[in-house]
């Protein structure tokens, strides 16, 4: 099982990514084994920053370029097994058929294609998200523990009943400041693993996932910090340590 990072809130705090090098030589040093999504501009800078990667023994998930055919072909060349879904239906349905055009296209090129469960999307709460899976066969999860308890889901349950459609883990705490703001961003913030309270046990997360043989990533993602990032990802790399990872 690999560990690593989902960046967005580090992008966040520091108001942007300037020296990716010194990022991952950063993360390397408190645990972690790469991160989600490269965000190459061209083939070539693809290339590069996937070798910089291999040069430090840490590697990456998927690629997200600038359009979606350029995002399946060079995850695919480099040795990646997915991509998120990217498609730009926002009705249900329509956003159904269309990510199995996209999961079609993604198996011609032999990956997969995942869907990011998240709060305030069309596929938010457990029930959507399990109506998404019937209606795309073929898609797997980038399941997120912390959209899917925050929106009232079970991450152990669907973990159970769905092992074999995770194709890459968030491990996401969530704690809960403002209950009855009705926009979810406004609610809370996503926080270093054990800070949340909305009575989510991501150890026993972990250890489901280690009870059922999974050796896929595991990204930890805070959306927001309030603090200097790499100490929260150190707390939340040692919360997986602790968990058996």
């Not at 996401?172 to 909305?198: A, H, M, S, Y």
Request: hydrophobic share 40%; net charge negative; glycine share 10%.
């Amino acid at each position: 099982m690999k560990v690593g990072v989902a960046d967005y809130g580090m992008n966040f705090w520091n108001g942007g990514m300037f020296d990716y090098e010194k990022r991952v030589l950063d993360l390397k040093s408190i645990g972690y084994d790469g991160t989600e999504r490269i965000n190459p501009v061209s083939g070539e800078d693809a290339v590069n920053i996937a070798a910089m990667l291999k040069k430090y023994e840490m590697s990456f998930g998927t690629c997200l370029a600038s359009t979606a055919h350029k995002s399946i072909q060079w995850t695919a060349a480099l040795g990646g097994e997915y991509v998120w879904t990217n498609v730009r239906a926002t009705e249900f349905d329509r956003f159904c058929r269309q990510v199995n055009i996209q999961a079609a296209a993604c198996a011609r090129y032999g990956i997969n294609v995942a869907i990011h469960n998240h709060l305030g999307s069309n596929v938010e709460t457990q029930e959507e998200l399990e109506e998404f899976l019937r209606r795309c066969p073929t898609a797997n999860i980038v399941l997120d523990t912390g959209h899917l308890n925050g929106a009232g889901g079970d991450s152990l349950e669907i973990i159970e009943k769905y092992f074999d459609r995770i194709q890459v883990m968030h491990v996401k705490d969530l704690l809960i400041t403002n209950p009855q703001e009705v926009e979810w961003f406004n609610r809370g913030r996503f926080c270093e693993l054990g800070g949340g309270n909305i009575d989510l046990d991501n150890a026993a997360v972990v250890k489901l996932l280690l009870k059922k043989g999974y050796d896929g990533w595991v990204f930890v993602e805070h959306d927001i910090h309030i603090r200097e990032p790499l100490e929260d990802l150190k707390v939340s790399r040692d919360f997986l340590e602790k968990a058996g990872i």
